[in-house]
């Protein structure tokens, strides 16, 4: 399934997209799931999973609305918590190459991740920002995994078990305030925790099962990953390019640590994937964005999550 949470004029929704850019209104269609949020779903998948299905399929004309009557907010506004990983070689390489380093041997040894904001969730439509998050504002080509049940020191195939669906995710940068604060050695804080766009959907694992495949580092996901801005493609991937699996990012984050079900992980950048790394490659040339720009992320079988920078005097 393609879980949405939605605004109708009725407050916050959940629901399911459709072919033929139709959503199903699972509160309307059944009561029972009137007051979940998207992570009470995702946490009562092994009791309501197979009923949503079924409502979906069969809803009531009352309960379906088009696409274009209503607002898609994230797919999981508020999750309980987002780590977010630094899985692809190519873009670490040629990010530390541009700046003059050489790679570094620890990212063989294994998958690190950091915490970002979980409570600056955006979803399609405007990223408003303002103040020196202009300066050299950065998107970030992801994708990322909703943990769809508890798990504590879990084993390669407990992990992938452990995970529910995937989606785009955009890991918004202010590159100026990133660049000055990360000279403490300490990692990102204020240039990435204004905002972390996810969306537009939530895609159940089972939907994508054709473009899974097993091995021995834990599950690849065949999916090409693409970015654009104002309609000209920068950014061309695949996330079975992660030299680290979801698999082992959840592994190393559930060490030691019980994850629960809400909990988002990112993958990292997908090599080619922001213009910090395009601009240092000179594939562009000093290009940051802009009031007015359209940046537009997809990944096949996830969507295309697509917002446009509002310059917001208020923030």
């Known amino acids: 399934m393609k879980l949405v949470t939605f605004s109708s004029g009725k407050g916050e929704r959940i629901g ?6 139709t959503v199903v209104d699972l509160s309307a269609a059944d009561p029972r799931f009137s007051s979940l949020s998207m992570v009470d779903l995702v946490a009562r998948w092994s009791e309501l999973g197979a009923h949503a299905a079924s409502v979906a399929s069969s809803a009531p004309a009352a309960a379906v609305v088009k696409e274009s009557d209503v607002t898609l907010l994230a797919p999981i506004p508020r999750p309980v918590s987002m780590r977010d990983g630094y899985a692809f070689r190519q873009h670490v390489e040629t990010a530390r190459k541009n700046r003059g380093l050489g790679m570094i041997d620890e990212f063989d040894l294994f998958p690190v991740f950091y915490f970002t904001n979980h409570l600056a969730v955006v979803g399609p439509g405007e990223l408003r920002v303002g103040r020196e998050r202009l300066n050299r504002l950065d998107f970030e080509l992801e994708c990322f995994a909703v943990i769809g049940k508890e798990i504590t020191n ?5 992990a992938d078990a452990a995970i ?7 890991d918004w940068s202010a590159r100026a305030l990133q660049m000055d604060e990360m000279k403490l050695n300490l990692g990102p804080a204020k240039g990435k925790d204004f905002a972390t766009g996810l969306g537009p959907w939530l895609v159940t694992k089972d939907e994508l099962a054709p473009r899974i495949e097993t091995s021995p580092k834990g599950n690849v996901l065949h999916a090409r990953m693409t ?13 079975d390019q992660m030299n680290w699996t979801f698999a082992e990012i959840v592994k190393r984050a559930a060490d030691g640590v ?3 079900p809400g909990e988002v992980i990112g993958s990292g950048t997908v090599g080619t994937g922001c213009l910090l790394e395009l601009n240092g490659s000179k594939v562009t040339h000093d290009q940051w964005l802009v009031p ?9 079988g996830m969507g295309t999550l697509t917002n446009t920078i509002v310059k917001d005097e208020a923030k």
């Open 154 to 158: 879990p084993t390669l195939e407990e």
């Open 258 to 260: 019980t994850l629960r």
């Open 16 to 21: 399911a997209t459709l072919e033929g850019g």
């Open 164 to 170: 529910f669906g995937y989606g785009v995710m955009n």
């Open 292 to 300: 007015g720009d359209v940046v537009t992320l997809e990944i096949e």
């Open 227 to 239: 970015a654009h801005v104002n309609g000209l493609r920068l950014s061309d991937g695949n996330v």
